[in-house]
Structure formats: structure tokens, C-alpha cells
């Protein structure tokens, strides 16, 4: 957490102009474009709050985001290349099971650039590939 | 927005008579949702027109509200003031910290979410959750009061 905090701080986020902020900031909640994801592990591994993860199954990958974690500090859509993070202006609905607050995504085998011999859960612990 | 203002009447009414009265706890939180919660005060949202309002006892609260995830220290605290709520006791998690930890998460000194030690009747995520979103938070758990059982 404390390398993000000091590349914020280097950013100055308070030097960007006004109409660039209100783009970055959103007002709503953070959406993913799941088709764009090449499965990196950029995003999991620079969320201060733990909010992304991925699991490494048969022949796909799943990311996981949990809006009961996420601060929307947008740091996902700094290190994101692919673009797959926004904020919309659609709020975030309070719900009854806190299991709701999960957005589970599957992505396919085809979009997944390298796979490596290991991957990076929500713990950011090396997990062993299965496939 | 403007459904929530055209529900929240009516429903208050059926249920609680007139008016309904809730008790904010902090458990441990940034001071952030406090903000937005006393941002609900303001001319802008102006809760009070629905008949809710803010007390300072959690014996004359129908509702809790709990910001902040659970530290150790006021774990016995948020025990003695739910003990002390009337039932049916109504308890909104508000913001992430609440809802299961957020960014502090369970440590040696945080115990995590409040779900963790009392049942918990609706969750609105964000960090801090804007005044529509606590004011629907609160509209969906009086929705949900029946569901809940009084000894």
C-alpha cells in the first residue's frame, strides 16, 4: 500500500485539470469491460484494498471484484493498459447477502495473452496453474 | 432519487406510525461516512421530512446505523448498544469498512466486519457511500423490518 500512496503522491493528483478529474473520478461505481482483460494481474496486484482477485482455473481465468472492499482510489485504472476499468455513474445499490456484493467474471482461454507457471491471488500469494 | 422520496413516507408510516428514529454508531470508522450521514441533515437532502431524525440514545432508536469496522476497543461498546436497541433491531452497515472489513480488514486490533458479530439487515457499499445511496439504505432495510423476528 505504501508504494501506491507514494506514486499518488508523486502523480499530485490535485495538479490535473478539472475536466480530467471528473473524468477520472466518476460518480458512481466502478465497471469492468471484461472483454478487453488479458488476465495480467497488474490491477490485483496494485489494489490497496484487496478488492480484485483472480483465481486460476481449467482453461479460463476468473476476476472477481468485491465492492465491499473497493475505496475507488482508481489505482485499477492507472495500471490497467488494456482500459478494462471505469467508473459509471450508476451508484451502487445496497443489498441484503453481502455474497451480492461479489461481481464474479469468467474470462476465456482466447483472450488470455501468457500464461505463466504461476499466478497471483487475492492474498498475493503464487498459486500453481492447472491447466 | 425521487422514488425514494415518494416510498419513504408511506412505508415509515405503516410501520412505525409516524416516525423513525435511528442511533449512528461509530465502531471504529475514518470519520468519512459520518460526513455523508451528516450531510442527510443538510437543506440539500433535509431528512427530517420524511419523519426521520437522529437521537442520541440507542434506547429511543429504532434503527442502528454502523460505520466503521469493528475495532477492539469498542467491540463491547457496539455490544451494549445493540443490547439496548428495541427490537426489531434494524442494523445498516454503511460503507466498505463496515460491510466486511474494506481496507483495514481483520487485524490483531480490527475485528472486521459487523457482520461479523450481529446480523446485519442491509449493506450499502462505497468508500464513503454517497447521501442517495445511505438514504435507499435505509428505505430497503425498514422495507425488510417485517422479515425480522422480536422475542
Known amino acids: ?63 472477481s471484484l468485491a465492492y465491499d472492499s473497493c475505496i475507488s482510489c482508481r489505482v485499477c485504472i492507472e495500471s490497467c493498459t488494456a482500459g478494462v476499468f471505469s467508473f459509471a455513474n450508476i451508484p451502487i445499490s445496497s443489498v441484503r447477502e453481502r455474497d451480492q456484493l461479489t461481481l464474479r467474471y469468467v474470462i476465456p482461454s482466447e483472450q488470455i495473452q501468457q500464461i505463466g507457471d504461476e499466478g497471483i491471488d487475492r492474498h498475493r500469494t503464487a498459486v500453481a496453474i492447472s491447466d | ?86 427490537s426489531p433491531k434494524m442494523m445498516v452497515a454503511i460503507g466498505a469498512c463496515a460491510c466486511g472489513g474494506g481496507m483495514i480488514g481483520s487485524t490483531y486490533a480490527n475485528i472486521g466486519g459487523v457482520d461479523k458479530l450481529f446480523p446485519v439487515c442491509i449493506y450499502v457499499p462505497g468508500c464513503p457511500p454517497r447521501p442517495q445511496a445511505i438514504l435507499e439504505g435505509i428505505l430497503h432495510a425498514i422495507e425488510r423490518a417485517h422479515e425480522l423476528k422480536s422475542p
Open chain 2, 1 to 86: 432519487m425521487i422514488d425514494i422520496e415518494q416510498q419513504l413516507p408511506s412505508v415509515i408510516k405503516k410501520l412505525f406510525g409516524r416516525s423513525l428514529h435511528i442511533r449512528q454508531i461509530d465502531s471504529g470508522s475514518c470519520n468519512g461516512c459520518e460526513f455523508e450521514i451528516a450531510a442527510l441533515m443538510n437543506p440539500v437532502y433535509d431528512i427530517q421530512r420524511f419523519g426521520i431524525d437522529f437521537v442520541a440514545s440507542p434506547r429511543h432508536a429504532d434503527m442502528l446505523l454502523v460505520t466503521g469496522g469493528v475495532t477492539r476497543n469498542l467491540e463491547e461498546a457496539l455490544r451494549k448498544a445493540y443490547s439496548a436497541t428495541a
Open chain 1, 1 to 63: 500500500m505504501i508504494p501506491v500512496i507514494k506514486r499518488l503522491w508523486k502523480h499530485g493528483v490535485g495538479t490535473v485539470p478539472k475536466h480530467e478529474v471528473q473524468r477520472l473520478i466518476g460518480r458512481g461505481k466502478l465497471v469492468l469491460d471484461i472483454k478487453r482483460c488479458t488476465a495480467c494481474g497488474d490491477c490485483v496486484a496494485e489494489c490497496p484494498a484487496d478488492a480484485l482477485s483472480l483465481q486460476y482455473a481449467e482453461r479460463k481465468v476468473l476476476l
